[in-house]
Nanobody
Framework: QVQLVESGGRSVQAGGSLRLSCTASGRPLSWYAMAWFRQVPGKEREFVGAVNWSGANSNYANSVKGRFTISRENTKNTVYLQMNSLRPEDTAVYYC??????????????????WGQGTQVTVSS
């Protein structure tokens, strides 16, 4: 199975930018569609965006569309989440996830088979 490790989370001012990384090991990243989710305490995990195995098809939550971009470098076994124009409401733990159905870019938590441990993003006003 694949192991996922997120990195890059930190505190940032509103309006700033941040890039998160998710590195896979154990199996090639190209075997999976990949997604980013986020979660704040007391709330359900929320879809941020997803990309199919090649990066050709992507899907984003309305709340981040136009501000966040997912990209992937399969040769480096890494997927990225570029976050621009950050807002305090983007504060959350961000998780990457892998879906064995390579062609999809599903927004559903239950479609993902593997998860990272999460990285904290804090946006201050």
């Amino acid at each position: 199975q694949v192991q996922l490790v997120e990195s890059g989370g930190r505190s940032v001012q509103a309006g700033g930018s941040l890039r998160l990384s998710c590195t896979a090991s154990g199996r090639p990243l190209s075997w999976y569609a990949m997604a980013w989710f986020r979660q704040v305490p007391g709330k359900e995990r929320e879809f941020v965006g997803a990309v199919n195995w090649s990066g050709a098809n992507s899907n984003y939550a309305n709340s981040v569309k136009g501000r966040f971009t997912i990209s992937r470098e399969n040769t480096k076994n890494t997927v990225y989440l570029q976050m621009n124009s950050l807002r305090p409401e983007d504060t959350a733990v961000y998780y990457c996830a892998a879906d064995s159905s390579r062609q999809t870019s599903s927004p559903l938590v239950n479609d993902y088979d593997y998860w990272g441990q999460g990285t904290q993003v804090t946006v201050s006003s």
